[in-house]
């Protein structure tokens, strides 16, 4: 299986820094890379997918790159609604699809 | 509007059986693949298991190959994970969430039904 390492597991930030979490794998996963945020009690919503397209209704403060095996969630201006925790998925090797261990944005 | 609505979770005991059930409403059911994605308490997400739009192709995680069964009634618009032989370690929040543009990226998740297996 593709292992995904996700770094920070965790950090503080104000609102309005810029915030960047990014996810390795263990493989390259040729862009296969999404992104998902999951707020407490709910369920994950994708945010990014193909490593930087922004899925339709996500705030563009929200960004996506990398290739090969490294990949980087950036948001430009945090938010006060963008305090979460987020995931990164590979579904390059389907179908054993894995996800990073995940970040938890919290406010400073 | 999409929705998916997850049900049949609860507490049961180590050894014993539960069925999730995923009613599917707002788009064309039959013509989506599904999988079944848990998150234990406290925990990062864990893929469980899929099945094609049609039901001909199903794949499982090795944690829950050969006890859980997934399935799906197109007529009904409902997705099912039978889930046999429980054990603590099964303890998690189940979601039913769609494929989207690429096979297993999802793009769509239900609410989530909490199984816990306790005695």
């Known amino acids: 299986d593709i292992q995904m390492t996700q770094s920070p597991s965790s950090l503080s930030a104000s609102v309005g820094d810029r915030v960047t979490i990014t996810c390795r794998a263990s493989q390259g996963i040729s862009n296969s890379l999404a992104w998902y945020q999951q707020k407490p009690g709910k369920a994950p919503k994708l945010l990014l997918y193909a490593a930087s397209r922004l899925e339709s209704g996500v705030p563009s403060r929200f960004s996506g790159s990398g290739s090969g095996t490294d990949y980087t969630l950036t948001i430009s201006s945090l938010q006060p609604e963008d305090f979460a925790t987020y995931y990164c998925q590979q579904y390059y090797s389907t179908p054993l699809i894995t996800f990073g261990g995940g970040t938890k944005v919290e406010i400073k | 509007e999409v929705q998916l609505v997850e049900s049949g979770g609860g507490l049961v005991q180590p050894g014993g059986s539960l069925r999730l059930s995923c009613a599917a409403s707002?788009?064309?059911?039959?013509?989506?693949?599904m999988n079944w994605v848990r998150q234990a308490p406290g925990k990062g997400l864990e893929w469980v298991s899929y099945i094609s739009s049609s039901g001909s192709t199903i794949y499982y995680a090795d944690s829950v190959k050969g006890r859980f069964t997934i399935s799906r009634d197109n007529a009904k618009n409902s997705l099912y994970l039978q889930m046999n032989s429980l054990r603590a370690e099964d303890t998690a929040v189940y979601y039913c969430?769609?494929?989207?543009?690429?096979?297993?990226?999802?793009?769509?998740w239900g609410q989530g039904t909490l199984v816990t297996v306790s005695s």
């Open positions: 707002g788009f064309t059911f039959s013509s989506y693949e």
């Open positions: 969430a769609r494929d989207g543009y690429d096979p297993q990226l999802f793009d769509y």
